[in-house]
């Protein structure tokens, strides 16, 4: 099994900054997909998550319009974690953040799955 642990979340005012961050663990074969989604208030289905950025195993990022331009997505592959640089933060940005990563373990190694970490919390107040 692979574990997710989010960390960076928190209250910020409108137009601060967050950094999150997601460690992968367990017994991980290779890693391709990694990325960061969000679920607003009110959105409850886990299909209303929104996809807020993705990178993959070669860097190659691809960032929500919403966010284009304030948020970076960034990858360390030798510490299996995937970070997202918010910027310029706006009170519609408040919502859950999850972190999924798509992974194959040892023991599978040609099956990828879709692996979700827990959520972290981003309230944009004043």
């Known amino acids: 099994q692979v574990q997710l642990v989010e960390s960076g979340g928190g209250l910020v005012q409108p137009g601060g900054s967050l950094r999150l961050a997601c460690a992968a663990s367990?017994?991980?074969?290779?890693?391709?997909?990694m990325g960061w989604y969000r679920q607003a208030p009110g959105k409850e289905r886990e299909l209303e998550r929104e996809l807020v950025a993705v990178i993959t195993s070669g860097g190659s990022t691809k960032h929500a319009d919403s966010v284009k331009g304030r948020f970076t997505i960034s990858r360390d592959n030798a510490k299996n974690t995937v970070y997202l640089q918010m910027n310029s933060l706006k009170p519609e940005d408040t919502a859950v953040y999850y972190c999924?990563?798509?992974?194959?373990?040892?023991?599978?190694?040609?099956?990828?799955?879709?692996?979700w970490g827990q959520g972290t919390q981003v309230t944009v107040s004043s």
């Open positions: 999924n990563v798509e992974a194959s373990t040892i023991g599978d190694i040609l099956r990828m799955r879709d692996y």
């Open positions: 367990g017994n991980i074969f290779t890693i391709n997909r």
